[in-house]
């Protein structure tokens, strides 16, 4: 395995791992985010509890992680399958960060700014997805499961040498979506209806 992708996929994880939302809050003296609300420290739980604008700032700034990983690898000249490895990093750090005590957010924010600069199409069709499931029904955790899944039969048919990194992508989404999947089958899912 060559010295720069090893220490690319280094430095994405580093940067996977500062919590915007937990930084934001500590800047403002705010309570972690991670205490209150769904415990999610993501741009949906700054929203519900009432920081609008924290809430976009932290979605800008988990966007911003995964793309300037993809971003970095592509300028250092690695492929796509090591970029999509690179980008798989920054999410994983955005999940267990290292500087947060391994209490991270659930991925996707990370993973859309990734999937952007690694394959725009497929990331039209996961906004999408979420757009529409969100409209629909209004639950933030619903519309990200199905943006993330339906990811999967497009790179099997488009690009399937990013397939494995983007499944197991989508598998640790998944993963740290599991109460909330627990949740949705139990309609106890919390919505941003009025």
């Known amino acids: 395995m060559p010295v720069d992708f090893i220490l690319m996929l280094c430095a994405a994880y580093l940067l996977g791992s500062v919590s915007f939302a937990v930084l934001l809050s500590r800047v403002r003296r705010l309570p972690d985010p991670r205490e209150a609300g769904s415990g999610n420290p993501g741009a949906s739980n700054m929203l519900r509890l ?23 690898a592509m300028r250092l000249g690695l492929s796509p399958p090591e970029q999509a490895w690179t980008a798989l990093a920054a999410i994983v750090g955005h999940i267990l960060p290292i500087f947060h005590q391994f209490r991270g957010g659930k991925g996707v924010a990370t993973a859309g700014g990734a999937l952007m600069l690694l394959c725009w199409p497929a990331t039209a069709l996961a906004a999408a997805l979420w757009l529409g499931v969100f409209a629909w029904r209004r639950i933030a ?54």
């Open 50 to 72: 009432g920081h609008a604008p924290l809430a976009l700032a932290t979605l800008v700034g988990d966007w911003a992680k995964g793309a300037i990983a993809a971003w970095l």
């Open 141 to 194: 955790s619903l519309a990200s499961l199905a943006a993330c899944t339906g990811l999967l039969p497009w790179f099997a048919w488009q690009q399937p040498a990013l397939l494995l990194p983007v499944l197991l992508m989508v598998v640790l989404i998944l993963l740290r979506h599991r109460l909330n999947i627990g949740r949705l089958l139990s309609g106890t899912e919390n919505d941003f209806r009025s």
